[in-house]
């Protein structure tokens, strides 16, 4: 595209709106603040960015039969849809680990190569999932070292296990703190939990501070899907790195409220969304706690989307405030709410509820598993007033009480779980990234 078109797209959007406008100036109010961001098509140009990608398949023992099977042919399908200006490589592990293919260019030899080596993978062992997901990291990040860090490739590592971290490496907070400080030196994680025996938790933890996803594959054969999902959106990214920067006034606490990151550096807050493929639309949720103020003072934050190349403030994304006014306790108690934003932080806070409450499912704790949602639910049911979709959460949350209330079928709760994940982070039922629709 010329400069002239690019300056005049407006294809990405970004929008932010409170639920509420005015805030008490004698009490510590809380509001929220639903941040829409949509990315632009994929540009009209020959090509894309490269992408540097590191398979890590689990061959424990769990994994035998028709597992394995499928994970080897989901990888070698995602391998034949790379160009030679990609690279990849392949590594496998039980309680020990083994590099199948080296880091390569994506050429017809090296794929033919790769599907070669895998048909003699099979399933053995124990489970040192760190060990292999470290070794496929080593591998995107000297890929990366050598073609340099402006090279513009889509870095991450696609780690698929069916069991828990048995060996080497298995403390949750460790993982998750080499997954942060791996997507600090540019290499994302995105994790693929399959059956029963994983650990729902560490794999979301891992992906979300790695910058990736997670998936969760309830049957084998559904690894094929979910392995081409993910590598089809890594290979129509129209921004890296992407960022929400938050520039609040003196005193305002700025939290988030969806599952993403965020690195604060004074006044400026970074909410880490990751990579975005093309079209994507994104729902951010920040909480914000005000300090005490003077009545008809106002205070506010300016939010913009940045990203490693500046993509999307190219594209339209350009930042936008939000502005609040102090006010009494009456004229607090009588304003309106934008139920659009009530609806999303509902949404938020039942799938949080959820998640919770199926953790505590698993320990045998029922009775605070219940509490978990009842309370969520009475919240909730403060301020639906008589809108139909609160009113919906609600019920839906009092109607589940009783799947928690005695021992539930550990499918059950992983079913449950991901299905929350994935609303979170603004993802479909079956996790796919959701396109269009505006922002």
Not at 78 to 83: C, D, I, P, S, Y
Not at 379 to 406: F, H, M, Q, S, T
Request: charged share 25%; aromatic share 4%.
């Amino acid at each position: 595209m010329t400069p002239d078109t690019d300056a005049n797209r407006k294809d990405a959007t970004l929008r932010a709106r409170s639920d509420r406008q005015l805030i008490r100036s004698t009490h510590r109010s809380e509001r929220f603040v639903l941040v829409e961001l949509q990315a632009p098509p994929a540009p009209e140009r020959a090509g894309r960015d490269p992408g540097n990608l590191a398979f890590v398949l689990d061959r424990s023992g769990s994994m035998s039969g028709a597992k394995i099977g499928l994970a080897k042919r989901a990888i070698e399908t995602a391998v034949e849809r790379l160009l030679p200006s990609d690279r990849f490589a392949i590594v496998c592990y039980d309680d020990r680990v083994d590099l199948v293919v080296e880091s390569t260019s994506a050429s017809r030899e090296a794929k033919q190569n790769a599907v070669e080596r895998l048909r003699s993978i099979d399933a053995r062992g124990s489970t040192d999932l760190a060990s292999g997901w470290l070794r496929g990291a080593e591998q995107v990040a000297a890929a990366l070292a050598t073609s340099g860090s402006d090279a513009g490739s889509v870095n991450r590592v696609l780690l698929l296990t069916d069991g828990l971290a048995n060996v080497g490496m298995t403390d949750p907070a460790e993982l998750t703190r080499h997954a942060t400080e791996l997507r600090s030196r540019g290499v994302t994680t995105t994790t693929f939990g399959v059956g029963e025996d994983f650990d729902e938790s560490l794999l979301q933890a891992m992906a979300q501070a790695g910058g990736g996803h997670f998936y969760f594959i309830a049957d084998a054969v559904q690894i094929a899907d979910h392995i081409a999902t993910e590598v089809g959106e890594l290979l129509s990214v129209v921004a890296r790195d992407v960022a929400l920067e938050v520039t609040a006034a003196d005193g305002l606490d700025v939290r988030t409220l969806s599952p993403y990151p965020m690195d604060v550096r004074g006044n400026r807050r970074l909410v880490l969304l990751g990579d975005v493929m093309a079209e994507q639309a994104l729902e951010v949720v920040l909480r914000i706690r005000f300090p005490y103020g003077p009545i008809d003072t106002e205070v506010g934050i300016l939010v913009g989307a940045v990203d490693r190349e500046g993509a999307l403030l190219a594209a339209g994304a350009t930042p936008v405030g939000v502005g609040w006014r102090y006010a009494d306790d009456p004229a607090n108690d009588a304003q309106s709410r934008d139920r659009s934003v009530d609806r999303v932080v509902a949404r938020l806070f039942a799938a949080r509820a959820r998640q919770e409450a199926g953790k505590l499912n698993r320990l045998g704790d029922f009775r605070e598993a219940v509490a978990e949602l009842r309370e969520v639910g009475r919240k909730i049911a403060g301020y639906a007033g008589n809108d139909p979709e609160l009113g919906r959460i609600v019920a839906e949350l009092k109607a589940e009480e009783g799947r928690w209330a005695a021992p539930a079928p550990e499918m059950a709760r992983k079913v449950a779980f991901a299905a929350s994940s994935y609303l979170m982070q603004s993802r479909s039922p079956e996790g796919r990234a959701r396109r269009g629709g505006g922002a």
